[in-house]
């Protein structure tokens, strides 16, 4: 350590001098932050010489969009900020992208970036990097956004950033640093991380809840990705079990209980199916931490039953699309707790659905869903990754069929862009959750165009070691355009076929394994050979699809 990143790390209320960049790092450092993901430049070498000497592992990306996903699935899978230190101007408008990906999903992702020398900011004076207003990129994707007028402020900025993530909904964070303020020296106060609690149920409310639920014979739960962030699925399943509610998910609120739970429905919702029936005979639906979003409910066709309990800690959400007869605006997991532990002191519990009936409900959606010609390979992954394995998909078929089809045992083991749907963000998403849990297995599921998108990231792969078994479902196409092309512009097809690279060869330049998988039982094989290396794995899967 240097003596000025030791002296502020020891005694955080001292008042010290240091560099902005040794702020940047102390602040990093008093709120918990163990790695962070960057690419350097000149603007960011003051943050970068602070961090030799810190704590803090550096992960070094390829391209600041990989970056930014890298971030964002170590935030997914570890819950806490995933942090990414890029430059000015490029750096912004490249990570861009992944901050978006964060908005839409509510990852707390933190970019800490640089800007130009204050006499030259937004001045197109000629300089490095010019940009008229690069915070004007960063604000309409982002929960807070900040820019340091003054080295003084860094600490507190950076801390309030955190803070803005912690409080409610959680949403990427930036702040924007001159590069003069970065380098210069000045006395700074590094403040400890302040506790933050999160907003817990009104006791009305919750008895208001309890009297509506009394009054309900039939409940159903439906949840979203803000049941899985805020960590209910324990006090969840204890709900559901207590109403004999089954429990339909959003895709982000996959693994809020376990989808082997007799009660669990899955994310297996389609317009006309035997799950809508089950969600219109229900007289109460408890909603927790989902915005019934557009996409999720086919433009609000779900037919949830009026009588609605929602429960969200932003109060945008928690009217959204279906209006509720009762709206808690508060932590998920908090109110959940208190749902369950009120219902268990007033001796309420009911019969709801059966395990039977909910069984059935079940396999008649899976028997009518698309796809099945390509289900044996997600059966095969499941077979190979273990329960608290991860997964994360890229915006594929197969993650589109996995949706439906890949069960999920526990929260934080499936992540995917759902919201703004960005093709790239498995691979370097995946390698951000490996680096968050090292001990647990993490495959990548991408299509041939998507990992083209970012695939510049297989070299930070082998840099880091990170023994992530990347599965390619390779169908030389664009197939999620094509089909529509088929379906809706009478097969006049344009900008769908793909003359990809030899994946086992490219493999083979980054000296890393790879294989051809040709069968369910190939890929299996392969997955789990993989996941007993200490190197990254390709695993083509050459596949078709029928439209
Ligand atoms: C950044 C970005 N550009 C374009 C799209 C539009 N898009 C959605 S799916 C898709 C095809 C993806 O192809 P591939 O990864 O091979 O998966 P497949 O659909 O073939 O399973 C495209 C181009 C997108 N979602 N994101
Ligand atoms: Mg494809």
């Known amino acids: 350590m240097t003596t000025a990143t030791a002296t502020a790390t020891a005694t955080t209320r001292a008042t010290q001098r240091l560099t902005g960049g040794q702020a940047v790092v ?205 960590g209910a699925s324990a006090s969840l399943v204890a709900l559901a079990e207590r109403l004999g509610a089954p429990v339909v998910t959003s895709q982000l609120g996959k693994g809020a209980i376990p989808e082997d739970h007799p009660l669990s429905l899955g994310n297996l919702w389609e317009r006309g199916n035997a799950v809508g029936d089950l969600l219109a005979a229900a007289d109460l639906a408890l909603v927790f931490g989902s915005k019934l979003g557009v996409a999720e409910t086919e433009s609000m066709a779900m037919p949830l039953p009026r009588h609605m309990i929602r429960v969200d800690i932003d109060p945008t959400e928690v009217g959204r699309h279906y209006p509720p007869t009762q709206t808690i605006v508060a932590d998920a997991r908090l109110t959940a707790e208190a749902l369950a532990a009120a219902l268990r002191t007033a001796g309420i519990s009911k019969q709801g659905w059966s395990a039977e009936d909910i069984a059935r409900v079940k396999a008649a959606a899976l028997a009518g869903s698309w796809g099945a010609e390509n289900a044996p390979y997600l059966e095969a992954l499941r077979r190979a990754i273990p329960r608290d394995g991860i997964l994360v998909g890229d915006t594929t078929m197969m993650t589109y069929l996995a949706a439906r089809r890949y069960p999920v045992y526990a929260p934080r083991t499936w992540l995917v862009p759902t919201g703004y749907l960005t093709l790239g963000f498995a691979l370097p998403a995946a390698l951000g959750a490996k680096v968050a849990k090292p001990a647990t297995p993490v495959v990548a599921m991408v299509g041939d165009g998507g990992f083209q998108f970012t695939m510049h990231e297989l070299a930070t792969a082998m840099q880091f070691k990170l023994p992530v078994p990347i599965v390619i479902f390779n169908d030389s196409t664009y197939t999620a355009v094509k089909m529509d092309q088929a379906m809706k512009y009478d097969r006049r097809y344009l900008g769908v076929d793909l003359v990809n690279p030899d994946f086992v060869q490219l493999a083979a330049a980054y000296g890393m394994p790879a294989v051809r998988a040709e069968s369910p039982e190939a890929l299996e094989a392969a997955v789990t050979a993989a996941l007993g290396r200490d190197l990254p794995t390709i695993i083509d899967v050459p596949i078709a699809w029928q439209y």
């Open 26 to 230: 102390c602040t990093l450092e008093a709120h918990g932050v163990e790695v962070a993901f960057g690419i350097p430049g000149v603007h960011t070498l003051a943050i970068y010489d602070a961090l030799v000497d810190s704590g803090i592992d550096h992960i070094l990306g390829r391209h600041e969009q990989g970056v930014g996903f890298m971030a964002d699935g170590y935030a997914r899978a570890s819950g806490k900020p995933g942090v990414a230190l890029i430059i000015t101007g490029p750096g912004v408008t490249n990570v861009a992208t992944a901050v978006g990906e964060a908005y839409t999903e509510s990852t707390p992702l933190l970019v800490i970036a640089s800007a130009e020398e204050r006499r030259w900011l937004r001045r197109m004076a000629g300089n490095y990097h010019d940009i008229t207003d690069q915070i004007g990129v960063m604000r309409p994707i982002t929960g807070y956004a900040a820019e340091a007028t003054a080295a003084e402020q860094i600490p507190g900025l950076v801390g309030e950033a955190f803070r803005s993530m912690a409080v409610g909904r959680s949403r990427p964070a930036y702040v924007e640093i001159p590069r003069d303020l970065l380098e210069q020296e000045s006395a700074f106060e590094i403040a400890p991380a302040l506790p933050v609690s999160k907003p817990g149920p009104a006791p009305d409310a919750i008895a208001g809840a309890v009297a509506a639920i009394e009054a309900a014979s039939r409940v159903v739960i439906y949840a979203g990705g803000g049941a899985v962030s805020s």
